[in-house]
């Protein structure tokens, strides 16, 4: 389960490009839910995200997972609960190391790393087992560099890589947005399989509002660091795509009519 | 060439086969352009010449000097992640810093052990002649070492340490504390060049205070030839490939000294090898990941 309660986020704070990310975000998230997480540029979805995996420090508020308060834990110590796949194929993967290097790094993701072999026969074997599923051919080029894939290819295995540990949060950063659309399908599916094997407590950023309400069984709306929309089950089946862009609307809308009160 | 100039060669390849694999390690597996070695090679020579000339065991004394190198490699790495210092200032400033130590350790410019027992004398018993015996020593030393070397670098740590060099964003995301692996890998690097100091004063009978001059070109200068012959394969290979980049690179130098066509002398060596480094940096295409760093001055 994953609490957040009151989270400010600032960047560069007292300086003229001062950046209010975050303003006050509760959200209460129950353990195996699949949240998706909707919202326009820069209305703090990424941070939110940021924040979940240790990266970005809140400025004001705290982070609970499964009743353990992590707000000061660094990234590495919470990559033992948090698994990520980042919106760039480039970002989640060492290009440099193989296809089977960059899974035994994740294998060992919040684990003691020592001096045994980081590749072995049992691990090969897991690792062949686990690409396999992808139905890409992967299994026979895990010896391959990973700068040789494509970037659906690429963001297939780093699903994979986040799913190899057990983990109680899986973040998704707009995975699918770099992909061509027969690869974003292939992903998405991929993402549902996955998340539903384990069971994952998931938040899901996407632009896509028909992914937004297809995966998952509840949306999210960020505007300006708060969610302003909270939608799950019958509510949220019976909505459209267009419904969510018209709610979208309407939100933005009344901020314009508050500020233009204001001006008056 | 004669069997004296190969053997020499050979012998001077595999000591500085130890610096190209620190080298590699820092620059292409750690990504941080590291000077250090410029310092840490005399101060492993330093240390070692003063440590067997005030009666002390030579493989003690090699081993408090590849200590004093890995310390090297640490300040480096504190300037670079503890105050933000960029990698090349930092490595510039441990290396000026080290001048001065390398002159305090020894006490003047230049230290003769010609005298001395070093870690070869246990094995001059053996009925080898001293001309098979220094190049076999050194290369048993630097095998071992790659040996090593390798087998780290595929183990769980070592693979941590090559994600921090390759993708650090990604590596913490796995849970890798890049900063520590960075302390690890560079006093690791830097330890390996003090012992190829250690070993060069043994071997030559002295330490001198100018012997670091240009060492970080000779090492890099050792793994653009390695990668350049062996292309591709995994990290074992590119490991291999640092020694034997070495060991070809001195096979040439003396080849070109040799050659009394082309009129080169001794002295010569670093511009030449200076002049290497640069073609091989500058050359269109060439697969060159060193070129990436070092133009546009590392990230
Ligand atoms: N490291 C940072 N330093 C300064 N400002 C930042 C930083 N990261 C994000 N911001 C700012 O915070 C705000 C929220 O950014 P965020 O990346 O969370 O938006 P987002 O909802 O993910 O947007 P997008 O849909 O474009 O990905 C933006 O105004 C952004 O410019
Ligand atoms: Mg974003």
């Avoid at chain 1, 549902?192 to 709306?221: I, P």
């Avoid at chain 2, 933000?84 to 080290?98: C, G, K, V």
């Avoid at chain 2, 034997?244 to 003396?254: D, E, Q």
Wanted: aromatic share 4%; charged share 15%.
């Amino acid at each position: 389960m994953i609490r957040i309660e009151n989270l400010h986020v600032t960047f560069n704070p007292g300086t003229a490009i001062e950046t209010r990310a975050l303003r006050g975000l509760d959200l209460e998230i129950p353990a195996g839910q699949f949240v998706t997480v909707i919202g326009s540029n820069g209305a703090g979805k990424t941070t939110l995200l940021n924040c979940l995996t240790g990266e970005v420090p809140p400025t004001e508020g705290r982070i609970l997972i499964d009743g353990t308060d992590v707000t000061l834990w660094p990234a590495t110590r919470r990559s033992a609960l948090v698994a990520r796949v980042f919106q760039d194929p480039l970002a989640g993967t060492c290009e440099a190391l193989t296809i089977e290097e960059n899974l035994a790094l994740a294998a060992a993701r919040g684990t003691r790393r020592g001096l045994a072999s980081a590749l072995h026969a049992a691990r090969r074997a897991e690792f062949r087992e686990k690409i396999s599923r992808l139905g890409l051919g992967l299994e026979d080029r895990l010896g391959d560099r990973m700068g040789l894939l494509s970037g659906g290819q690429r963001q297939a295995v780093s699903l994979v890589m986040a799913t190899l540990r057990p983990t109680k949060i899986l973040l998704l950063d707009e995975h699918t947005a770099a992909l061509d659309p027969r690869m974003q399908d292939f992903v998405q599916r991929l993402t549902r399989e996955l998340v539903e094997a384990e069971r994952l407590t998931t938040l899901m950023v996407t632009h896509a509002m028909r992914q937004a309400l297809e995966l998952g069984g509840r949306t999210v709306m960020l505007h300006e660091g708060r969610a302003v929309l909270d939608v799950a089950d019958e509510e949220r089946a019976g909505l459209g795509p267009a419904d969510l862009v018209a709610l979208f609307a309407e939100v933005r809308g009344q901020e314009l009519d508050s500020d233009s009160l204001l001006l008056s | 060439m004669n069997l004296v100039a190969f053997l020499g060669a050979l012998e001077i390849g595999c000591v500085y086969g130890l610096v190209a694999l620190g080298v590699f390690l820092s620059f292409r597996v750690l990504n941080f352009p590291d000077l250090t070695v410029d310092g840490s090679f005399p101060l492993g020579a330093a240390v070692v010449a003063t440590l067997i000339v005030a009666g002390a065991d030579p493989y003690l004394a090699t081993a408090v000097a590849v200590l004093a190198g890995a310390a090297a490699g640490l300040v480096t790495a504190f300037l670079n992640l503890r105050f933000r210092i960029l990698h090349l200032l930092a490595s510039i400033l441990t290396m000026i810093a080290l001048y001065s130590v390398n002159l305090r350790i020894m006490g003047r410019p230049n230290v003769a052990i010609i005298a001395e027992p070093t870690v070869i004398t246990p094995f001059e018993g053996l009925g080898l002649a001293g001309l098979y015996l220094k190049p076999l020593v050194a290369f048993a030393v630097v095998a071992i070492v790659a040996a090593l070397l390798a087998r780290f670098l595929v183990s769980e740590y070592g693979l941590a340490m090559r994600a921090t060099g390759a993708n650090p964003r990604m590596a913490r995301a796995q849970g890798i504390a890049t900063a520590q692996s960075t302390y690890v890998g560079m006093a690791l690097s830097n330890a390996m060049v003090a012992l190829g100091g250690a070993l060069f004063a043994q071997m030559n009978g002295f330490a001198d205070i100018t012997i670091g001059t240009g060492t970080i070109v000779v090492g890099l200068a050792a793994v653009i030839v390695g990668e350049a012959i062996f292309r591709g394969g995994g990290i074992v290979v590119a490991v291999a490939a640092c020694l034997l980049g070495s060991v070809i690179y001195r096979l040439a130098v003396a080849l070109a000294l040799n050659a009394d066509f082309i009129g080169l002398k001794a002295s010569d060596l670093n511009l030449v090898t200076a002049l290497l480094v640069t073609v091989a940096l500058i050359l269109p295409g060439a697969r060159n990941p060193l070129k990436a760093l070092l133009t546009r001055g590392g990230k």
